[in-house]
């Protein structure tokens, strides 16, 4: 099956500026996941969604950060205006819902914020 | 509410010994436990996961770990580490509906020549 697409690989942005991240999940899996990952630091869970409704978004900063997820497939991820301490790697994961099911990762964008 | 506790930042190891990352949770649910692995500039992923069937987990790359509910432990150990197993190790707790997935803060593992 073919795993989970994020784009871009790399952006780099100054601050005030805003970005937009893309993630296309694995086909048939219903939850998908926006994670930040901060250099040396374990992912940090911002949004999840179960098909197009979200689960849990306590973690996102909503005054600055956004996420959908149109028709239940793809999603967006978007920062505005970004801040310095946004610079991260944003990953994208998908998973089938149930008992024990394993999260897939996309290979993440890298953001640098100047 | 669930959490987990990676005792160990960075583990160093000779190629050819044993490996053990060890890895603690708490969960008010029966949860479900995963070990993931990320390379330098690459995505995670799945090394094995638990979910009550046999407590001793099997993975991939020789990998394997044992949920001990006594001591609310993961641990992963592999009988003898390659080069190629440094990387960075992330203990996953997840609720059985995968409503709720926490990530440990990351072991990372060194291996020397």
């Known amino acids: 099956e073919a795993g989970v697409a994020q784009s871009p690989r790399y952006k780099i942005i100054e601050k005030r500026q805003s970005v937009a991240f893309w993630c296309n999940p694995i086909s048939g899996h219903a939850t998908l996941y926006w994670y930040q990952q901060i250099l040396g630091q374990g992912p940090k869970l911002l949004i999840q969604f179960q098909n197009n409704g979200v689960v849990d978004d306590s973690q996102l900063p909503k005054d600055r950060f956004s996420a959908e997820r149109l028709k239940g497939v793809d999603s967006t991820l978007k920062i505005q205006p970004a801040k310095l301490e946004d610079s991260a790697v944003y990953l994208c994961a998908s998973s089938r819902t149930g008992s024990g099911s394993p999260l897939h990762f996309g290979n993440g964008t890298r953001l640098t914020v100047t | 509410a669930q959490s987990v506790t990676q005792l160990d930042s960075h583990v160093s190891v000779s190629e050819g010994t044993p490996v053990l990352l060890r890895c603690n949770y708490s969960?008010?649910?029966?949860?479900?436990l995963f070990w993931y692995v990320q390379h330098p500039n690459k995505g995670l992923q799945l090394l094995l996961k638990?979910?009550?069937?046999?407590?001793l987990v099997k993975g991939i790359n020789g990998f394997e770990a044992e949920f001990k509910k006594s001591e609310t432990s993961f641990h992963l150990t592999k009988p003898s580490a390659h080069m190629s197993d440094a990387a960075e190790y992330f203990c996953?707790?997840?609720?059985?509906?995968?409503?709720?997935?926490?990530f440990g803060a990351g072991t990372r593992l060194f291996v020397k020549a």
């Open positions: 996953v707790v997840s609720d059985r509906e995968g409503f709720k997935t926490i």
């Open positions: 969960s008010s649910y029966s949860p479900s």
């Open positions: 638990y979910t009550s069937a046999a407590t």
